[in-house]
Structure formats: structure tokens, C-alpha cells
């Protein structure tokens, strides 16, 4: 069974940083690529990052430079970090894992942005 466990949502000012992590229970190297999407109120869901078994990122334009995805194959573990955070960014993130099988999701973490 897939599991996928995000953390690192929360409540942050304008203009600071959180991190995301989400550790899955399926090896790294099985995987074609993990992601973090983002959902607002009243919005589709949107990519924000992902990351590629072959080490390849794409990212929204709305966060390039300001976002950064990462991961730790000895911990099966991608990470999303977020800087100069803006009220935009408030949303819930969710963590995507594409595997042979197809695709997986986290149960979403909360990020809000506001002073």
C-alpha cells in the first residue's frame, strides 16, 4: 500500500519561509517522479514543483526563485521549500507521487500566508 505523509504547513508572515516534507513508504528509486500541487478556495488544483527520477525540476512561474524542490533518497523523502512567502501562496499543498501503477496523493497540508 502506497503511503504518502506530508508536514511543514502552518501559519507563517508575509515574506518568511516554511518547508514542506512528504516521506512515502515507496522506494526512491521505483519512483518516475514527485511533486507538490496546490489547491486555494475556489481554485483547481495547480503544480507547483516536481522532480523527476532523473533529477529534472519544473516549477510554477509564480514560485521560480522562490521555491525549491529537493529530496533525500536514503529517507524516501522530497521536500518543498518556500521562501519570501506571499499571501498568494496561501493554499493546501499536496504531496503527488507517480509510480508504475500510477499516481498518489497526500491528504494535503495547510500553508497560510498572512500578517
Known amino acids: 500500500q502506497v503511503q504518502l505523509v506530508e508536514s511543514g504547513g502552518g501559519l507563517v508572515q508575509p515574506g518568511g519561509s516554511l518547508r514542506l516534507s512528504c516521506a512515502t513508504s515507496?522506494?526512491?528509486?521505483?519512483?518516475?517522479?514527485m511533486g507538490w500541487y496546490r489547491q486555494a478556495p475556489g481554485k483547481q488544483r495547480e503544480l507547483v514543483a516536481r522532480?523527476?527520477?532523473?533529477?529534472?525540476?519544473d516549477y510554477a512561474d509564480s514560485v521560480k526563485g522562490r521555491f525549491t524542490i529537493s529530496r533525500d533518497n536514503a529517507k524516501n523523502t522530497v521536500y518543498l521549500q518556500m521562501t519570501s512567502l506571499k499571501p498568494e501562496d496561501t493554499a493546501v499543498y499536496y504531496c503527488n507521487l507517480e509510480i508504475i501503477t500510477g499516481n498518489y496523493w497526500g491528504q494535503g497540508t495547510q500553508v497560510t500566508v498572512s500578517s
Open positions: 522532480l523527476t527520477n532523473r533529477g529534472r525540476s
Open positions: 515507496v522506494s526512491i528509486y521505483t519512483i518516475y517522479a
